[in-house]
């Protein structure tokens, strides 16, 4: 039988606030634990939560990039459950309703340009982390520690539809979310250290059929290639226990990494009654239109606009628009070199960053902000190819001399040094072809009799010559001629 | 000095003594400390601790010898042991706080502190707010003054009992369904509930947190005047906290702007100060439940008022009965999640063994909490269970609406203040419905509604009646007026209390 996967994602988001979500503590990372729990976070008697401005500018952001409507007054209910890393033994979210409603997310799967509509974004408080691994306790006994320093970090949790049809999809979803937020500046994107978290919903169904399947919730992924494996893993499971004869029990399940497999949680049967009702404490959450336009005022261009300039001002394809977009920096960098350069060259320079730039980039882990070979250095080195000094391929020679440093990244100092200039001569070009020619003629025999390769071949023997450095539309140009005269 | 509050029983006689040096701060917190371990019987104070006390009171003596001192430097407050204080614990009368001590004052602690009021402890009260006779409490029920058999009411009964007992000039409280004016009636003393959303909640100990309000208790109107002046504003740490009152800020010194503007009016016509004054009187406060006694001394009190030029409106407040449902399912509902908190983990009672995790946080609960919290955080669990939280919750909340429908109606159409009965009766004996705890919800009938419709209310005495054992009790009327009126409302009980003195009676001396 024929499976349809369909995954939907949960994301949490932390938002990228000095301070809590309800709370005046930092949210800074990695500080020794609880020095950033106070009154509020640890919950002691008598303290109340007030709602942090900052973050609900930030979930309006997301609200405005992804086309979804922003409440106009959204509830904040308590969530009851007992934990000890949930210091009030409720977390404060939204639930009936939330502050982000709708909206939709457009990104690229290959050249398939894909829209996944969003449910919801909701505003909530993060826990705090019990640290049951390494803690020992005031009598040297193994034992569990409770940090409350990341207690009351705000969150937003953006829900999409279950519209994805494959782990590739899901994972394109997740990329481009994560690329929003940062491009946003609403969350720093760490994945290492949990600022953006996916739960995947993920369930199949026979081809053609309508209802969905049983779903399984695979918690706290916390990473691209882990999300695919999981999901993968997760429909082999499915789709096996089902061909088997079984049947999926709706569970929430963790992912495994170590062992690439995901595990039962807890099945819906011991889920908890959460008992949501709104909390007394926050009035409603208020946003009035001058507040959301205000916002607006300050948002960059978003990548889904900045896409359609590209194409309409550069001709650039949906495909190499949507790459160069995937980050404010890249899109900068790009838009920075093309500047440099006279206009009609846009191709050629993203066919650069996406190819020897970003390649590079790839090998070594980096971000284009830590490219060692500037904007205008990279400009430099294309206007040589522009103006015939050096030829593509040894473009790309000179870039690796760039990039680890050389005669401090200067293009034209390495083709000086390296004598990479081209040659454009064309009565020096014309004589060796005329030695090729000479010292080939079976090949030439070959060309007459008609087969295109040889023509090749000879530019290959020619180009070899000239250790490279030839023009090569010169060396097509005179060697054709010569051949056909 | 035998007693400085009794020579000196009012915010005004005391303030000028004090200003004029007739006695110090210190000695006058000397005099109720020694009062307050005479009167030990009464079980008022959860915890007294002179040295911190006294070091308040040095600090008045400077300002007043500077003349530095305002009406309230010096003063002898005691504050519920709901309100969290730096230095004395912080108990919520619970097994589960008994050692607590907060990092933190309440805002209302810290204002009538800047104030310059001198506290002389934490007062008794029922568990967590929970209850009405001051009976639920780890530390042991607080006796009321008139008669040490009676309780005090509650929960604040510890708050009314020090007052009545002239252990201290005034104290706060908090009232969620009654708990300032219900104590307040039965101690014979002047106590008020503002609006919702008038004083800061932050360090109060949360209870039903759309409900709770702190208030003050006093020996009258006036002294309640100094004290909610001071004690309300807009608080940025508590996000239900009200930043205007009507058109005004919601700043210190507006309870007394107002109130000084309806005394002038009322002032302005010697004859019939309050000619002009709708009193709106609900039927439904005076059916079946109501006992003679209470009955005749609101009669006469009603008659008074019209003595004074007010005219009297009957009304209806329909819904009056069904404030009692709908207040023990949100109440309890609100204070399973406010308890959650308290589970042995990060502070408070943890069970001295324990298997795991969930079985330590359930010990340390079952031992922290006494009977009348648990079964008000069962009941509030069971109501916002899934499959009964339309039911129950979301009825409750519909109900709740409706409450609100019908005082407004009440308020904007028919009158300007509606006044009746505190409770049905006189205080109970403390013995009375030991085997029957959900019978004293009941007489909660007449508080409820208010909190539940945010409006501000008191109790001023005016009556006595016998109590079980025989000894007269005092009689509570109770004032309701509309959102942000607390300064007419106290001038409106000022202008009866100028006329009558069941304020004056002192407990032991009737």
Known sequence: MAWEIVIGLETHTQLSTQTKIFSGSSTRYGALPNTQANAVDLALPGSLPVMNRAAVERAIR??????????????FARKNYFYPDSPKNYQISQFEIPVVQG???????????????????????????????DFIGPHGES????????????????????????????????????????????????????????DANVSVRPVGQEAFGTRCEIKNVNSFKFLERAIQYEVRRQIELIEDGGRVVQETRLYDSDRDETRSMRSKEDSHDYRYFPDPDLPPLVIAQDWIESVRQTMPELPTALRARFIAEFGLTPVDAAQLS???????????????????????VANWIMGEVSATLNREEKDITESPVSAAALAALLTRIIDGTISNKIARDV????????????????????????????????????????DHPAIVAEYRAGKQKAFNSLVGQIMKAAKGKANPQQVNDLLKAKLDS | MSNALKLYPSISALSQALAQHQLSATELAQDCLANIAAQSALNAFVHVDAALTLDQARQADALLAAGNGNILTGLPIAHKDVFVTQGWRSTAGSNMLKHYISPFDATVVHQLRAAGCVTLGKLNCDEFAMGSGNKHSVFGPTHNPWDTTAVPGGSSGASAAAVAA???????????????????????????????????????????????????????????????????????????????CKDVPNAPGRIRAEFNRADSGFSSNANQPLKGLRIGVPKEFFGEGLSND????????LQQFEKLGAQRVDISLPRTELSIPAYYVIAPAEASSNLSRYD?????????????????????????????????????TYVLSHGYYDAYYLQAQRLRRMIVDDFQAALTQHCDVIMGPVTPTVAQAIEQNHNDPTADWLADIYTLGLNLAGLPGMSIPCGFGPGASGKPLPIGLQIIGNYFDEGRLLAVAHQFQQVTDWHQRVAGQT
């Open chain 1, 143 to 198: 034992s569990t520690g409770i940090d409350l320093n990341r207690a009351g970090t705000p969150l937003l949790e953006i829900v999409s539809e279950p519209e994805m049809r494959s782990a590739a999809e899901a994972v394109a979803y997740a990329k481009a979310l994560h690329s929003l937020v940062m491009w946003l500046g609403i969350c720093d994107g760490n994945m290492q250290e949990g600022s953006f978290r996916i």
């Open chain 1, 62 to 75: 997301l609200g405005l990039a992804v086309g979804a409507t922003i409440a106009p007054r959204s509830i």
């Open chain 2, 294 to 301: 209470v009955a005749h001394a609101i009669e006469v009190a």
């Open chain 1, 326 to 348: 995937i980050s404010r920096a890249l899109a900068a960098y790009f838009e920075s070199v093309n500047a440099t350069l006279p206009s009609g060259q846009a191709k050629l």
């Open chain 2, 344 to 380: 042995g983990v990060r502070y408070g009672h943890r069970s001295a063994s324990y298997s795991d995790l969930e079985d330590m946080t359930a010990r340390s609960r079952a031992e922290g909490f006494g009977s009348e919290v648990k079964r008000r955080i069962l009941i509030g």
């Open chain 2, 166 to 244: 002239k252990l201290v000039i005034a104290a706060t409280g908090t009232d969620t369904g009654g708990s300032v004016r219900q104590p307040a009636a039965l101690c014979g003393v002047s106590g008020i509930k503002p609006t919702y959303g008038a004083v800061s909640r932050y360090g109060m100990i949360a209870y039903g947190s759309s409900l709770d309000q702190a208030g003050p208790l006093a020996s009258s109107a006036l002294d309640l005047v100094d004290l909610l002046d001071v004690m309300s504003g807009f608080d940025n740490k508590d996000s239900t906290s009200a930043e205007h």
């Open chain 1, 399 to 438: 870039f690796a001399s760039m990039w680890a440093g050389e005669l401090g990244g200067n293009p034209d100092a390495i083709i000086e040094a390296k004598g990479l200039t081209q040659i454009s001569d064309s009565g020096a070009i014309s004589a060796m072809v005329d030695a090729v020619l000479a």
């Open chain 1, 103 to 133: 909206g939709s997310i457009s990104f690229f799967v290959g050249d398939q340009e894909k829209t996944i509509n969003l449910t919801r974004a909701h505003l909530e408080e993060d826990a705090g982390k019990s640290m049951h691994d």
